[in-house]
T-cell receptor, first 113, second 114 residues
Framework: GENVEQHPSTLSVQEGDSAVIKCTYSDSASNYFPWYKQELGKRPQLIIDIRSNVGEKKDQRIAVTLNKTAKHFSLHITETQPEDSAVYFC????????????FGDGTTLTVKP | SQTIHQWPATLVQPVGSPLSLECTVE??????LYWYRQAAGRGLQLLFYSVGIGQISSEVPQNLSASRPQDRQFILSSKKLLLSDSGFYLC?????????????FGPGTRLTVL
């Protein structure tokens, strides 16, 4: 089955700096890669996603890049703000095979004011 | 868009007691439904998924079972809870968002087994 590894497990940055979280996956059949933000005690919320036919996608301060050959994808947050502090999860999904997702273990991002 | 309901929101149960968590979905028909568990400080582990009524696939051997008695109802059960069953249980529905299939998360049930 799919295996997703996420690094780092914790990340602390100064407000205004950039944050980068990286994930690798193992199953070449995975074709959909969402990123979720989870605040304490709440459900994960989708913040950005990318499909395997695209190499990069950007939404304001958030961007995701995908390297299918190397089987890794990354989340980039620019101009970080204290409200960006949360746990971020990457996931790899095969939209054909019942759409199951395998999640990374999460990255706790702390943005210091 | 889809709306997912889960109950109860929180639950404290003794070891060895039974469990029933319910998930219902509105705003879609014949969805793919999933049960995930999130242990404290960890990622989400897929427990079960269902592509239709009465169809259940288990991802990991465990003390839990799932059922889908109706199209938009998904139930997670256990006959005897273990301490290791504690966690945050999320019901997820895969639905359409434009040309994408997005996962919609329910609000979750926080289970503590003592």
């Amino acid at each position: 089955g799919e295996n997703v590894e996420q690094h780092p497990s914790t990340l602390s940055v100064q407000e205004g700096d950039s944050a980068v979280i990286k994930c690798t996956y193992s199953d070449s059949a995975s074709n959909y890669f969402p990123w979720y933000k989870q605040e304490l005690g709440k459900r994960p919320q989708l913040i950005i996603d990318i499909r395997s036919n695209v190499g990069e996608k950007k939404d304001q301060r958030i961007a995701v890049t995908l390297n299918k050959t190397a089987k890794h994808f990354s989340l980039h947050i620019t101009e970080t703000q204290p409200e960006d502090s949360a746990v971020y999860f990457c996931a790899a999904s095969d939209l054909v095979n019942a759409g199951k997702s395998t999640f990374g273990d999460g990255t706790t991002l702390t943005v210091k004011p | 868009s889809q709306t997912i309901h889960q109950w109860p929101a929180t639950l404290v149960q003794p070891v060895g007691s039974p469990l029933s968590l319910e998930c219902t979905v509105e705003g879609t028909s014949n969805p793919n439904l999933y049960w995930y568990r999130q242990a404290a400080g960890r990622g989400l582990q897929l427990l079960f998924y269902s592509v239709g009524i009465g169809q259940i696939s288990s991802e990991v051997p465990q003390n839990l079972s799932a059922s889908r008695p109706q199209d938009r109802q998904f139930i997670l059960s256990s006959k005897k809870l273990l301490l290791s069953d504690s966690g945050f249980y999320l019901c997820v529905c895969r639905g359409r968002r434009g040309s994408y299939n997005e996962q919609f998360f329910g609000p979750g049930t926080r289970l503590t087994v003592l």
